[in-house]
């Protein structure tokens, strides 16, 4: 079983930044693939970025170039930099990890960009 918590979502103005975090109840390291979703109104959860164990590192096109994924083991977490954010960033982003052959999800943390 895993546990994950995300934080740092809030209200930011387009062209904003803000820096999301992911907190596990097992070692970071110890996950093969961790990655990031989100969730707009109305439309279905789709993929923004994942990192592997062993540092590859996948982007939503949407978001290459503006979103940066990493991992802190020292802190146990996975983050998500979003820079210069647009309207349509807005959503309830997940946190995914994958562990012995299941898929575990955080509640969510919500993003808003107002227009």
């Known amino acids: 079983q895993v546990q994950l918590v995300e934080s740092g979502g809030g209200l930011v103005q387009p062209g904003g930044s803000l820096r999301l975090s992911c907190g596990a109840s097992?070692?970071?390291?110890?996950?093969?693939?961790t990655g990031w979703y989100r969730q707009a109104p109305g439309k279905q959860r789709e993929f923004v970025a994942r990192?592997?164990?062993?540092?590859?590192?996948n982007y939503a096109d949407s978001v290459r170039g503006r979103f940066t994924i990493s991992r802190d083991n020292a802190k146990n977490t996975v983050n998500l930099r979003m820079n210069s954010l647009k309207t349509e960033d807005t959503a309830v982003y997940y946190c995914?990890?994958?562990?012995?052959?299941?898929?575990?999800w955080g509640q969510g943390t919500q993003v808003t960009v107002p227009s």
């Open positions: 995914k990890a994958h562990y012995s052959v299941l898929d575990y």
């Open positions: 097992v070692s970071i390291s110890s996950l093969p693939v």
């Open positions: 990192i592997t164990s062993d540092g590859m590192i």
